[in-house]
């Protein structure tokens, strides 16, 4: 017996069975480690965001926003203890953001709104008294408009008068802060911003025709209603108020004096002083050469943004200061005007563009002095060779953008597939603002090119167009791209802004401690450390828009008394402009990636899409060309003349769907249809079809194009492909069933080639031969005796004459089925129908006859064959005959060259026809009623059958022929199973 121990154990034995079991577990593991990850990947593939997508944020379920918004008040922001200091930089923050809020009230409601009036209208034009209508529609929006231009006017007003005030030289006046040498350019450019709205304003109403037109057939309507009130239901009392409104409003808004208006109003007043104040007209006047150096700097260049467009506001500062001060400095004027060199004109939106020289000419006529005639011929001249110039190098341009874009794209990838977010946040932030510099610099060669040649009526060469239908793909390239890595964008542009707040943070501490070492006191050194210590404040905090405006105001005060080194202060002003683009980077993107401006280029669509189906080339691409076409949809819903803004995407969704359906889905369908008959039909003698001599196209590029989102649906080429082809193959083969079997072949064909996936048609491959409707004979009966001939001998009608390689024929049988399917009624109908006809035949016959011509011929032979018959054998002579024929001929020809006796014949034919029809139809009835009765299962004598005969309603003539047949069978023999 063994002696157990708590100790003992079983001698270790390793037969390696453990370790196999356990590899095999472990194989097991892995194998489905990698069948999960495959899985998670395809779930991942299906949920991300596909190129299809074209990024509107109204379609985003879940939508990422990265601009901050302050909810602090600016005298919550705006804390020092220099309380005149606090004022000041609260009433220019609040003035720069109330000119920032009327800015964009006027670009996202009264901008799209009177742009877009007039489209949708019906191709046969508005109905009767629809204007008015729509001019009533947009009447709120134009009192709306009015009050705008009021408030801006006050707005305007008020920065002049508060910088009046600020740069005052009362010495007896309020004591303010020492703003020598100070230049707080932010207020200038937000003024600049709100006068070019106002002439955004202007010019999209000078060139609404539509509008003026509609306005003064309204006035008209109102001049019908002030002569009869009471007939439209409106009090008479109300009718003139109305219209010293509408004139009111007219002058106001539609004589293209908006702009002129604000500048030219009243700026003194009697406690304020503007037209007299020479050190705000200096500052006005360094601010504004400051400015104008500033943008020169960059327009036109790589590094240009939206500067272009801040342009047309600094051309309304400069007008402003001349209005005011009356002073024109003519080297400012002469780098003003130079300036159409770098751009000769500026795209404001939609399909208006801005010309400064024509803008300056026309708002200053006194700068007209100071130019030569060669100035002014020379805007023309440089106007028409930048455009040469831009078709010359277009195709250049474009292999250049391209090659940046993909480049920066494969950046943007790589950098973004970092784990740690904080590795190279100077880098990304530099990446960032190349993707925007990428998107303005295409946007603005796109923008020019196309709205510069339809304002000088030049035509465009179709490589022109598919260049510039390339540069917009691009740049709703680079937008995907921003929106596709939306997720790790924000995680990095927090950390960017925080990077560079430090960074600006530690250049305002050196100044601050720079100037607090200096122990002198002064008040305006006080100003500006109160100036530091607020951009300090204000730059501790998130990126809003109201802490960076406040920090650019105390920024140009806090800059003075050599606060900063020349090379600080260049860093500093660096790092300030890469934060305004990273922290407003979403709005900056969707800026430079706008193309809105397409729907007025819309009749280029076709041309773009045949070429993308006669040169199959990454047709993925035209997702980007939908993304830029539904651009202009968010702005359609400012659209006021019409009963619903839905009511002019409908149409617009409708065009742009024709387009498509027209220009590439019809071709591609009938392309690849004719192409699958050509393979099929290989043994056929076809045209040379050698790829290397006519070339070749791979259609299968377009069907592997993803669904396309075109508004609120999707077109999936493919799918369309194959509901086009299975409709086809299908109607053609009821049509000629023989066929199934080519149409057969046709459909694996497509599989194989175009991995196109057809249906079964399920029709037989032969039919029951029903032949033409006795219905249809009846009411075409003359076409019918005209088109058949008559065997009188089969009793069978064959086709004269057909177009295909068939003749239809018409037997008993088919007139039998015919009878069976509309019943026995119908043949005495048909018989009657037939005899009027022969009866009209008749009568020609026996006119033919009765002409003297005719019968004077015949009786002559008739005598002569009466007289001769002995000789002749009782035959007509074939010499006599043919003489006969040759007498009728000259009687005259019809002009297909048939005689009379042509027509006759023909004459005749027809009539036999005609008999021998009546002659199938009666033998159709028997035919149809003999075989009705095999089908009758007990006849036991003859009179169940005329029983039978009474309830089915058959003809006397069916019932007798029927009776005639049933008594000639013998008695106890089977009914025949066909009839003869």
Request: hydrophobic share 40%; proline share 3%.
């Given at each position: ?19 196999i079991v ?5 194989k ?14 395809e ?5 991300d965001?596909s190129i ?11 939508a ?13 922001l ?27 009230e ?8 009177l742009?877009?009036?007039g ?5 046969k ?7 008015q ?12 408009l ?156 790589p ?41 000769p004109?500026?795209h ?7 010309f ?84 303005y610099?295409i ?31 691009l ?66 905090g ?22 900063f ?25 969707r ?172 029709l ?44 239809n ?22 018989v ?12 020609i ?17 008739w ?38 006796l ?58 007798a022929a ?19």
């Amino acid at each position: 017996m063994a002696v157990t121990d708590g100790n003992w154990e079983f001698d270790k034995f390793d037969d390696g069975s453990t370790k196999i079991v356990g590899e095999l577990q472990l194989k097991k593991y892995g194998m489905f480690m990698e069948d999960y990850a495959t899985q998670l990947r395809e779930i991942e593939d299906a949920l991300d965001d596909s190129i299809g997508d074209s990024w509107d944020f109204t379609l985003d379920p879940i939508a990422l926003q990265l601009l901050p918004y302050e909810q602090t008040s600016l005298l919550q922001l705006i804390k020092t203890d220099n309380k005149i200091f606090n004022k000041i930089i609260t009433v220019l923050a609040s003035l720069c953001s109330e000119m920032k809020a009327l800015r964009h009230e006027a670009e996202s409601k009264f901008f799209n709104a009177l742009i877009f009036y007039g489209e949708g209208e019906p191709e046969k034009g508005l109905a009767e008294g629809e204007a008015q209508v729509q001019i009533g529609r947009m009447m709120p929006l134009i009192q709306e408009l009015s009050c705008f231009v009021n408030r801006t006017n006050e707005v305007v007003k008020n920065v002049i008068q508060q910088f009046a005030c600020l740069f005052s030289v009362v010495r007896n006046g309020p004591k303010l802060l020492d703003v020598s040498d100070v230049h707080f350019q932010v207020v200038y450019e937000h003024l600049g911003d709100l006068l070019g709205v106002l002439i955004t304003l202007d010019e999209i109403i000078e060139n609404q025709g539509t509008l003026k037109d509609h306005w003064t057939l309204y006035k008209r309507m109102l001049k019908s209603v002030h002569h009869d009130p009471g007939k439209f239901g409106i009090a008479a009392e109300k009718i003139r108020p109305f219209e010293k409104l509408i004139m009111k409003l007219e002058g106001q808004l539609l004589d293209g004096r908006i702009f002129q208006d604000c500048v030219e109003q009243p700026f003194d007043t009697p406690t304020v002083y503007v037209s007299k104040n020479p050190n705000l007209a200096e500052e006005f006047a360094v601010s504004v050469k400051e400015y104008l150096m500033e943008l020169e700097a960059r327009i036109g260049e790589p590094n240009e943004m939206d500067q272009r467009y801040k342009f047309v506001g600094l051309c309304g500062l400069y007008i402003l200061h001349f209005q005011i001060f009356r002073v024109i400095d003519k080297k400012v004027f002469k780098s003003v005007w130079d300036m159409h060199k770098k751009i000769p004109a500026v795209h404001l939106i939609g399909n208006i563009v801005w010309f400064p020289t024509e803008f300056l000419l026309s708002k200053m006529p006194q700068v007209d002095k100071l130019l030569d005639r060669k100035a002014k011929d020379s805007v023309t001249s440089t106007r028409s060779s930048w455009l040469a110039q831009r078709q010359q190098l277009l195709t250049k341009d474009v292999q250049n953008f391209h090659t940046t874009v993909m480049a920066w794209m494969v950046e943007m990838e790589s950098a973004m597939t970092k784990a740690n977010l904080m590795e190279d946040l100077n880098n990304r932030c530099v990446l960032f603002i190349q993707g925007v510099l990428h998107a303005y610099n295409i946007s603005h060669l796109v923008r020019t090119t196309m709205n510069l040649h339809v304002a000088m009526s030049k035509p465009m060469t179709k490589s022109c167009l598919l260049s510039l239908c390339r540069l917009i793909e691009l740049l709703k390239a680079i937008e995907h791209t921003f929106h596709r890595r939306t997720m790790l964008i924000a995680e990095s542009v927090n950390h960017i802004t925080q990077h560079l707040s430090f960074i600006c943070l530690n250049s305002i501490a050196v100044a601050k401690k720079r100037i607090t070492s200096d122990k002198r006191y002064s008040e305006r050194r006080l100003d500006v450390l109160s100036a530091l210590v607020l951009a300090e404040t204000a730059l501790n905090g998130p990126g809003t828009k109201e802490r960076f405006l406040i920090t650019q105001l105390a920024l140009a005060l806090g800059t003075k008394m050599k606060t900063f080194k020349d090379d600080e202060l260049q860093n500093l002003a660096a790092t300030m402009k890469k934060m305004e683009v990273i922290c407003d980077l979403r709005e900056k993107v969707r800026q430079a990636c706008d193309c809105s401006f397409f729907y007025w280029h819309r009749v280029i669509l076709p041309n773009y899409l045949t070429d993308m189906f006669e040169n199959v080339t990454d047709p993925h691409r035209i997702h980007y060309m939908f993304g830029a076409l539904r651009d202009c949809v968010p702005r359609m819903a400012a659209v006021c003349h019409m009963a619903t803004p839905k009511e002019l995407t409908d149409a617009y969704d409708r065009e742009i769907y024709d387009y498509f359906k027209e220009n590439l889905l019809s071709p591609l369908c009938q392309a690849i249809e004719t192409d699958l008959r050509l393979q099929i039909h290989t043994h056929l003698q076809l045209d040379d079809r050698n790829p290397f001599k006519v070339g070749m196209r791979d259609l299968s590029h377009l069907l592997r194009v993803r669904p396309i989102r075109l508004f609120d649906r999707l077109i999936n080429i493919k799918a369309y492909v194959e509901h086009y082809l299975n409709k086809t193959f299908y109607n053609l083969t009821t049509v000629a069933l023989h066929d199934w079997k080519t149409y057969g072949e046709m459909k694996n064909m497509a599989q194989q080639k175009y991995c196109l996936s057809l249906l079964e048609s399920h029709l037989p491959s032969q039919t029951l031969e029903q032949g033409l409707d006795v219905l249809e004979i009846m009411r075409n009966i003359h076409v019918f005796v005209s088109r058949y001939m008559y065997n009188l001998n089969n009793q069978i009608f064959v086709e004269r004459s057909s177009n295909n390689k068939h003749l239809n024929t018409i037997n008993i049988r088919h007139i039998a089925n015919s009878i069976r399917t509309h019943g026995t009624g119908i043949m005495n109908t048909t018989v009657n129908f037939t005899y009027q006809f022969l009866r009209k035949k008749f009568y020609i016959f026996s006119q033919f006859l009765y002409d003297e011509h005719i019968k004077s011929k015949l009786i002559k032979d008739w005598k002569f064959f009466r007289e001769n018959h002995m000789q002749t054998d009782q035959k007509y002579p074939v010499e006599r005959a043919d003489k006969f024929n040759k007498n009728i001929k000259n009687l005259g020809l019809t002009p297909d060259g048939d005689s009379y006796l042509d027509q006759f014949r023909t004459l005749i034919s027809q009539i036999g026809n005609a008999m021998g029809y009546i002659r199938m139809i009666r033998s159709g009835g028997l035919h149809c009623c003999s075989n009705a009765i095999r089908f009758i299962p007990d006849i036991e004598d003859i009179v169940s059958f005329e029983e039978l005969c009474k309830e089915e309603n058959l003809s006397s003539e069916c019932q007798a022929a029927a009776k005639c047949w049933l008594t000639s069978l013998p008695q106890n023999s089977e009914i025949p199973k066909t009839c003869t």
